[in-house]
């Protein structure tokens, strides 16, 4: 009786799911263009990226708002201008692009968050989602094959693993290294490859009817229909303690960081990321800054607009309690903004404790949401600025990934625990990348220099002290303790690269506070919500979708699905799919499908 129910229910959902999907696709291949050249032209840049708020460039007749030029704010606000919507983007900061924009000082360019992509390979699902919402203008350059260098250990006891790309290559290059642990690393690309086929049916629970899933979840059935969700919520340690000791194999398996340690954090996540590049790395060609300049065009062409410096202090409710608009701080006055639809781009902590008036705030649904997720971990960066080419210092397009040994899960207890005076003698992990390597065109943008930017984890409470204080005027004590955490990173990285220490010509660092500011992230967050085993849970994967309790509020980016550009970009998508209420993947399948057979055909 129970699996007639059941069958009756997916015939008739998938038969509305029919008749919604063949209403016409936003998506055309006709749509794709030769990249055109780089705009170098500075002021025709701002125009573009920096087009400042203002009431008379407010579009008229509204279809949606979003708040956050993030990608996964872009990302919804292109496709629904595919879909013939008017969308106005707004972003607090002064440029677009949010975790993908870049920045210049003294001559040096850096990226904030876009350090390489995966799976752009021809007709790539990502590939094929990033042409459809530039119209083909995005170019990317791919890294050298061997595009990763993990480093574990100090000093005479320091051990380098490289990571190599390619369909065979990925394993092979493994295998190699560790030629004991074969049958290991055959078992973990089983399983890599496993998550990476059935990552949409775990993405489903977003996209059906959330009675549907809790349905699935709370009788079982969702774990007859894919181990996934088995995996899900599978410690990342668990897995890799079933295949091996080797601790060395272990941290290559985890060495993609992002504030979680593995005994916390779910197997798929991490295998999601490592599979990621298994195809190749790439970066913009151009600067990560690209990628906003080429998507804004879109959402203009649908009569919207992108428009920076217009901080959200609101979010507009009408009688019955659904989302009308939002309230613009301009000067020392508020605007309102109306639309039918609001979608927010700044992360549930923002949308549900920030926007929303205290009875919403209040209210049991949202309350519970909240209740589910909290704050991940913060960021330290620092960006320095070399003299000379890259032949000239002799560096490269491969990232470094630094551990002082190989136990990660002790490694991120023992860090996280840290006072704020222990730490900058206590750094115990570092990420080293050359974004002007990476470019070719960055030379002849920004002749006889290059740049270095160094990355690791860091909690906000270290900073919180600082927390009222303006930017750029925050003290010295502040510029004081900044500088000994960055000294110590550009000290490990010039063990590294002995080369590069005569040439240092800038240093500029970024704790969590920069990231608040600059990104409007509560506690100075690098991936939104936390990444932990509790996130991934089948029932808070089903409730963190994009509809949430307030009527005609959608949220989108990485808290919608997961961290990095790809998860931000497609946290976008099911944004978008909501607000259509129709399922957008579909239409893309079929376009890939669409695009491998011209393709087979031109190859026959």
Not at 179 to 193: G, H
Not at 201 to 215: G, R
Not at 327 to 349: H, W
Not at 396 to 402: A, D, E, L, Q, V
Request: charged share 20%; net charge positive; hydrophobic share 40%.
């Amino acid at each position: 009786m129970w699996l007639l129910l059941i069958l009756a229910g997916c015939v008739l959902f998938a038969s509305l799911t029919y008749f919604k999907i063949f209403k016409g696709s936003p998506f055309s291949k006709d749509s794709v263009r030769q990249p055109k050249s780089l705009v170098l032209d500075q002021k025709a840049r701002d125009k573009v990226l920096k087009h400042g708020f203002a009431t008379d460039r407010i579009p008229v007749n509204l279809d949606a708002i979003v708040i956050g030029s993030g990608i996964g704010g872009l990302t919804a606000a292109a496709v629904l201008s595919k879909a013939g919507k008017r969308v106005l983007v707004l972003e607090q900061h002064e440029q677009a692009g949010g975790c993908c924009h870049t920045f210049v000082d003294k001559g040096f360019e850096f990226d904030v968050g876009v350090h390489y992509l995966g799976q752009l390979h021809e007709n790539g699902m990502l590939r094929v989602i990033l042409d459809q919402i530039s119209e083909g203008q995005l170019d990317f350059v791919p890294l050298e094959q061997h595009y990763d260098t993990i480093i574990i250990g100090e000093k005479e006891d320091t051990r380098l693993y490289h990571m190599y790309s390619g369909k065979t290559e990925f394993a092979e290059a493994l295998r190699r290294q560790f030629p004991e642990e074969t049958q290991a690393i055959d078992k973990f690309m089983k399983l890599m490859k496993h998550v990476a086929h059935k990552i949409h049916i775990y993405a489903m629970l977003k996209i059906v009817p959330q009675w549907m899933s809790m349905f699935l979840i709370q009788t079982g059935l969702v774990y007859w229909i894919s181990s996934i969700f088995k995996l899900a919520i599978t410690s990342h340690t668990d897995i890799l303690n079933q295949l091996t000791q080797n601790k060395d194999l272990h941290t290559v398996f985890s060495y993609l960081f992002y504030g979680v340690a593995p005994k916390d954090s779910s197997f798929v996540i991490n295998a999601l990321q490592l599979h990621h590049y298994k195809r190749g790395a790439w970066y913009p060609r151009g600067g990560a800054s690209e990628i906003a300049f080429n998507i804004i065009p879109v959402i203009q062409k649908a009569g919207g607009a992108v428009l920076v410096r217009a901080p959200v202090k609101r979010i507009l409710v009408n009688k019955d309690g659904s989302a009308c608009g939002v309230a613009v701080k301009k000067g020392q006055e508020e605007v309102n903004v109306y639309a039918p639809v609001v979608i927010s781009n700044a992360g549930i902590f923002n949308t549900f404790e920030k926007f929303l008036p205290p009875e919403l705030q209040a209210k049991p649904e949202i309350q519970s949401r909240l209740s589910m997720v909290k704050s991940g971990m913060g960021s330290f960066l620092v960006f320095v600025g070399l003299d000379g080419t890259k032949e000239e210092l002799g560096i490269k397009s491969t990232n470094f990934w630094m551990y002082k040994h190989n136990n990660l899960d002790e490694m991120m207890a023992r860090y996280s625990s840290l006072s704020k005076e222990e730490v900058a003698d206590n750094i115990p992990m570092m990420f080293i990348t050359f974004p002007s390597a990476k470019d070719p065109t960055f030379n002849s943008r920004h002749p006889g220099k290059s740049c270095m930017t160094l990355l690791t984890m860091a909690r906000y409470e270290w900073f919180e002290e600082w927390q009222d204080s303006q930017v750029k005027k925050r003290g010295d004590d502040y510029e004081s303790y900044k500088m000994s955490i960055a000294n110590v990173l550009i000290g490990w990285a010039t063990e590294i690269f002995p080369q590069l220490k005569d040439k240092i010509e800038f240093v500029e660092a970024a704790t969590p506070l920069s990231n608040q500011y600059y990104l409007g992230a509560p506690r100075g967050e690098m991936y939104g919500a936390e990444h932990d085993l509790e996130r991934f849970r089948t029932d808070v994967v089903a409730t963190m979708r994009s509809q949430t309790p307030i009527k005609n509020l959608y949220l989108s980016g990485q808290d919608v699905f997961c961290n990095g550009v790809a998860g931000a970009l497609h946290g976008g998508l099911l944004c978008a799919s909501a607000v259509l209420n129709c399922n957008l993947y579909i239409y893309l399948f079929l376009l890939k499908k669409q695009l491998k057979r011209e393709r087979a055909r031109k190859q026959a």
